[in-house]
């Protein structure tokens, strides 16, 4: 399976600053990788996928880059609503993985 | 809109089996793969495996081979996870998630069914 290691795995932050999360693969991945955010207690939401591609409805703070190994989220101005946990998850290979998440703390 | 309903909660035995069903509508039910997730208490996603809701045919995540079996009902647009031989390691949040388009990732949940393997 292909593993995908999440840095850093906690995170804090102050309202208005610049996060970013990374997600590293074990293999080339080419720019199949999702991004989603879990708030406790909650169902993951869909964020990004195919590496940069914002889902309908979420905010434009949100942006994902990176192809092959290497992928970033990030949130340009972090907002009250954005203090939860985010995945990463590969879609390359058949069988599906997912990042040890981040979880992004109030400072 | 698409709604993913899941089953409630359930409280199983070690060596039991558990069946879990999620209640899809909002979309049309044999256009997209249906996949299964489970999340441990405190810990990260895992997935278990996937459904074509038009043939049926499955694949499962090989560490589960053998004890889980996913089915689908047509006639109620409604899927089904079960899972054998339960451990206490077992426990966890079971999600369905419905695949996106021509792509396995995630677009929309159900709110998680938590299992409890107790004895």
């Known amino acids: 399976d292909i593993q995908m290691t999440q840095s850093p795995s906690t995170l804090s932050a102050s309202i208005g600053d610049k996060v970013t999360i990374t997600c590293r693969a074990s293999?080339?991945?080419?720019?199949?990788v999702a991004w989603y955010q879990q708030k406790p207690g909650k169902a993951p939401k869909l964020l990004i996928y195919?590496?940069?591609n914002l889902e309908n409805g979420v905010p434009s703070r949100f942006s994902g880059s990176g192809s092959g190994t290497e992928f970033t989220l990030t949130i340009s101005s972090l907002q009250p609503d954005d203090f939860a946990t985010y995945y990463c998850?590969?879609?390359?290979?058949?069988?599906?993985?997912f990042g040890g998440g981040t979880q992004v703390e109030i400072k | 809109q698409v709604q993913l309903v899941q089953s409630g909660a359930e409280v199983k035995k070690p060596g039991a089996s558990v069946k879990v069903s999620c209640k899809a509508s909002?979309?049309?039910?044999?256009?997209?793969?249906m996949h299964w997730v489970r999340q441990a208490p405190g810990q990260g996603l895992e997935w278990m495996g996937i459904?074509?809701?038009?043939?049926?045919?499955?694949s499962y995540a090989q560490m589960l081979q053998g004890r889980v079996t996913m089915t689908r009902d047509t006639s109620t647009s409604t899927f089904y996870m079960e899972l054998s031989s339960l451990r206490s390691e077992d426990t966890a949040v079971y999600f369905c998630?419905?695949?996106?388009?021509?792509?396995?990732?995630?677009?929309?949940w159900g709110q998680g069914t938590l299992v409890t393997v107790s004895s």
């Open positions: 293999q080339s991945i080419n720019i199949w």
């Open positions: 909002g979309y049309t039910f044999a256009s997209y793969y």
């Open positions: 998630a419905k695949g996106g388009t021509a792509a396995r990732f995630f677009d929309h």
């Open positions: 459904i074509n809701p038009g043939s049926g045919t499955t």
């Open positions: 195919k590496a940069s």
């Open positions: 998850q590969q879609y390359d290979d058949y069988s599906l993985t």
